[in-house]
């Protein structure tokens, strides 16, 4: 009887290791199919990315950019005037 518990024991662990064995190659097998695919998808969104971020920049108003630079460099020459 404990020679048949044995066995069925046995039995019972190869089955779980070879279920997990297959299981694992098959992880493996559909991460070798579906990562072409993934690149070419995170390459389509890092472009479609950059083109949104080179309109952006081209698309700004340079009125309030000129405002800012101006005014820095009237307090630097205010600034620089009173120590030199």
Do not use: Q, Y
Request: glycine share 4%.
């Amino acid at each position: 009887m404990i020679v048949a518990g044995l066995k069925l024991t046995l039995l019972g662990m190869m089955v779980v290791f070879l279920f997990l064995v297959a299981l694992i190659l098959l992880i493996k097998l559909s991460f070798r199919m579906l990562s072409a695919g993934s690149a070419r998808e995170l390459a389509a969104m890092e472009s479609a990315e950059l083109k949104k971020r080179k309109r952006a920049f081209v698309e700004t108003d340079d009125k309030l950019l000129i405002a800012i630079i101006s005014a820095a460099i009237a307090t630097h020459r205010s600034r620089t005037r009173i120590v030199g």
